[in-house]
């Protein structure tokens, strides 16, 4: 099956693309069911994976038109916020016509 795929793709495209894949609770380090060339190949590719996310540009929340301030969140600051009202019921604000 493997062989009648890699025809196909050199047939239509001229070319072969490897999607290698890992358990994600395990590092690659620790597959030891890969070739040493597959996993020289991973560990390149895992390289230049790393290289092209730090490279990433931060992008904005708002654009500067439509806000005064300007406020731009990098995907590396995700921080996660506790609502105080979710552990204790006293610091719910109260709101008009809740029925």
């Given at each position: ?22 358990p994600a609770g395990e590092a690659y380090r620790e597959c030891c ?67």
């Amino acid at each position: 099956m493997l062989k009648y795929y890699v025809t196909e793709s050199m047939t239509k495209n001229r070319r072969i693309c490897f999607l290698i894949e890992c358990p994600a609770g395990e590092a690659y380090r620790e597959c030891c069911d890969m070739a040493p060339d597959v996993t020289e190949i991973a560990l390149k590719q895992i390289e230049r994976f790393k290289k092209a996310v730090n490279q990433a540009p931060a992008v904005s929340a708002y654009s500067a038109a439509h806000s005064k301030k300007s406020v731009s969140i990098a995907p590396q600051e995700k921080t996660e916020v506790e609502i105080a009202a979710d552990f204790d019921p006293t610091k719910l604000r109260p709101c008009k016509n809740a029925k």
